[in-house]
Structure formats: C-alpha cells, structure tokens
C-alpha cells in the first residue's frame, strides 16, 4: 500500500436511486409491437425485449469501462494489466455469446472477430504511445476507421438495414473519441477530463444497446414475444442499471486507487460525486433543501464505512475493519427497511438486505484480493458486482412501476432512430422523468420520517 489520501474529504457517495433523476441518452423507437391501450396491470420493466436490452447494455458498457481501464493500466504497466485486460476479453465473450444467440454461431463468431481486432488496435495504440511513436499512433487510429466502416456495414445487414450504416459509423467514431481522449487526458495528466469521458463513454453504450435490441425485436418479433424494449418501463430499468453499475465500477476503481495513493484518486472519487451532486440537487429542487441534505448525508454515511475498510486496511488496523464492516451491516438493516417502506412491500427488507450483503461482499472482496495480489480474483468479483446490479435495478424499477403503472404505459411513437447509436444526454427531463421526480421526493420524504422516528426513539 502507497501513501494514505484523506478519503473523507473527497468521496461523496453515489446513491442507489440516482438514476431515477438523471436524463440518459434518449432516441426515439419503433413501437410496431406495442398495445396502445394495454390494461395498467400489463405495464411492467420485464419482458423478453427489455431482457434482450438489459443483456446488451450489461455487455456494451462494461466493454466501455474495462477498455478504459485496461488502457490506463497497460500506460502505467501496472502489475494488474494482464488481469484487466482478461476481464475485457471475458466481456467479449459474453458479448459474442448475446449476438450468437440471436444470429446463429457464425454471426457470432464474424462478431467475435471484429470486435476482437477493435479492442487490439486500442492495446496498439496505447504502445505506441508508451513508445512514443506518433507514427504507431496514427496507424492505430486508422486501422479503428477501417473497422467502424466495415463493423457498421456487418450491423446494418444483419439487421436487415433496420440500422444504418453511415448512422452507426458516427456512433462508432464517437466510441473511439471517448476512449482514445480518455487515454491521452488520463495520460497528460488531465484526470478529471479522463474520467468525465469515462462516464461519457459508458453512457454512450446505453444508446447502443437501446437501438440495437430495438432493431433486432423488430426483426424477430416472435422470438421476443411481440415485446418492445423502447417503452418508458424499461426506460426506467435501463436508467436504474446505468448509474447502479456504473456505482459498483467506479467505487471498485476509487478503492483501488485510494489503496494505491494514485494521483488520479481525487478524480476518481469525484466522478462518484457528480453523481450525488446531480441527483441532491434534483430532490432540492423538487422537495426542498432538508431533504437534499438529508439525503446526501444519508449516502455520505454508507460511502464513509467503505473509506474506512480502505484506511484500516492501509494501517493493518484489522479491529477497524471489523468496525467499518459492522457499520455496514447497520447500513444495509436500515436502508432495506427504508426500500420495504416506500415501496410498500414490492421489495421486501430481508431479502433486500441479502442482496445488499452480497453488493459489501463483492465490493470489499474485489479490494481485498487486489491488495493481496490476486488480481484474477480481483477482477472476477468486480465483474460479479457490476453483474449484480442488473438484479438490483430491475428488481427496483420493478417495484415503482407496480406502484405507478400509469407513469410508466407505454404509448411510444412508432419511429425508428435515424441517428448514430448513442449521444449525449438531453439538457432537461423528459415527462415522465419530471413525474418520477415527484414519486422520488415522496418516497424520500418517508425514508426522512422513518430516519427522524429512529433518532428520537
């Protein structure tokens, strides 16, 4: 273990529910399949498309994710790269494994192939910088133009044109940008432009994976049960997953830099932050400034047991770890009764609190066996933690959406999206995002009552 940074100051905690408030990537798509008047007891986050969608953004972002750190990795030379770049090519293979499915083995394996030669002339291009070579990093990025020409013209007819070539090669270069530019920012030294396109990155590949499941339903509409993966139910799933395991990832990458004493650790933890920091001030502006504050204390709290693992296992402190591990099951008893309570019953507290032990178990585990070294078994449980938090926001998404069926029916404009896969994020909340919004502020209004009712017990 390197130098010891003051966590305290610098780690603000990433809420389960921020991605009830933040806009994410938004096209318009095809509802060729939808019941229009479908009955409030139909509308529902899991259905053979959104399970398709979720699979996809699950694969796509954590593609996202682990280029980037395998990138900063390799740079560094660090001890752990081949381990990273193990968990990118196990990414792969899942991937392969969703597009074989639906295509047969032998557009899986043409997939596989492509998507293999992208990731290489990424490891090229971080050689040829770590050599200083312009003229190897030039050649790099022309072999990724290449390959976006001819993996967007593989989409477009698998697809049957249902996606657009000359579309997806924008939403390809927009790919590379992100993970090229995080590189050479994370390499100059310029960490919070590094991370901020970390995020960036990994919100793009919610775009992807939103109109590719929307064109491959459209083409196999009995095989998805005539279900559509665009409507504002799975919306909400995908939303929820999004920010959820984007948690789990940038929490594991923020212990083990705040482990290292990484220069980059402020940066880290500061792309947590954002997170709260956006989702506060919405509750704020919905409900009010004590309920913001409350909120983010409340968060701030959780994130603090998880700093103190990190300190105590620094300072060989091991009666500090039990205590931090202590306050964390305190944490979980709690927070599973707040979710018990303001969905009324639709997530039940003890199971709930099991999946939680499981998320404590995963993110101290990873960090655990980084430090011991093992970084194989490091990078598995961090791939099981991010994994984890599909359950997570399906199981919650599921639960809103039973209690709210009428914010959630899905009567979607039969389009389909026309630009490349991906973008950047609307300025301002949708509809149903601005209804949601009030659902939020009632549901953390009671989560303040039940903590008020323990303090004054």
């Given at each position: 273990m390197k130098k010891q940074i003051n966590w305290k100051k610098s780690l603000i905690a990433l809420p389960m529910s921020a991605a009830l408030m933040l806009p994410t990537a938004t096209v318009t798509f095809a509802d060729d399949h939808g019941d229009h008047n479908e009955k409030m007891s139909d509308v529902t986050v899991s259905t053979p498309a959104a399970d398709l969608r979720a699979t996809l953004d699950q694969s796509l972002s954590e593609h996202a994710y682990l280029a980037v750190v395998t990138m900063q990795k390799g740079i560094?030379?660090?001890e752990d790269f081949d381990a990273a770049a193990a968990a990118l090519e196990g990414n792969t293979?899942?991937?392969?494994?969703a597009i074989a499915s639906v295509y047969g083995d032998e557009a899986g394996q043409q997939f596989e192939s492509m998507w293999s030669e992208h990731i290489g002339y990424f490891v090229d291009y971080v050689k040829a910088t770590a050599e200083e070579d312009e003229a190897g990093r030039e050649?790099?990025?022309n072999n990724l133009d290449n390959y976006r020409e001819d993996f967007s013209m593989f989409l477009e007819t698998a697809t049957d044109e249902r996606l657009e070539a000359s579309a997806l090669a924008e939403g390809l270069q927009m790919h590379v940008n992100q993970l090229v530019g995080a590189f050479d920012n994370y390499e100059e030294g310029d960490?919070?432009?590094a991370y901020q396109k970390l995020r960036t990155s990994i919100d793009h590949m919610y775009g992807v994976g939103k109109g590719l499941s929307t064109a491959i339903t459209d083409q196999f509409p009995d095989k998805f049960e005539n279900t559509n993966p665009a409507t504002p139910a799975a919306d909400l799933r995908a939303d929820l997953n999004h920010l959820l395991?984007?948690?789990?990832a940038l929490a594991v990458l923020a212990m083990q830099k705040g482990g290292d004493g990484a220069e980059d650790f402020e940066n880290a933890a500061a792309a947590l932050s954002n997170n709260t920091e956006d989702l506060s001030a919405a509750i704020t502006s919905v409900y009010g400034e004590e309920a913001g504050q409350q909120f983010e204390e409340m968060w701030s709290e959780h994130i603090g047991y998880f700093v103190d693992y990190v300190e105590a296992t620094g300072s060989g402190d091991e009666e500090a770890k039990e205590q931090a591990l202590t306050a964390l099951d305190g944490y979980r008893a709690d927070f599973s009764e707040f979710l018990d309570t303001a969905t009324e019953g639709g997530l039940e507290a003890e199971a709930t609190a099991e999946g939680l032990q499981m998320h404590v178990n995963q993110l101290t585990g990873s960090f655990d066996s980084y430090?011991?070294?093992d970084f194989d078994a490091a990078y598995d449980q961090l791939r099981e933690a991010y994994a984890h938090m599909y359950g997570v926001g399906e199981g919650l998404s599921g639960a809103i959406v039973a209690q709210n069926p009428e914010m959630f029916a899905s009567n979607m404009p039969s389009e389909m999206p026309k630009t490349g896969l991906g973008g950047t994020a609307d300025d301002g909340m949708n509809a149903w995002m601005?209804?949601?919004?009030?659902?939020?502020?009632?549901?953390?209004a009671t989560a303040i009552g039940v903590r008020k009712s323990k303090n004054n017990a």
């Open positions: 560094e030379g660090a293979q899942d991937l392969t494994a050649e790099a990025l960490f919070d432009e395991s984007e948690h789990a430090v011991e070294g601005i209804a949601f919004a009030s659902m939020a502020a009632v549901l953390f």
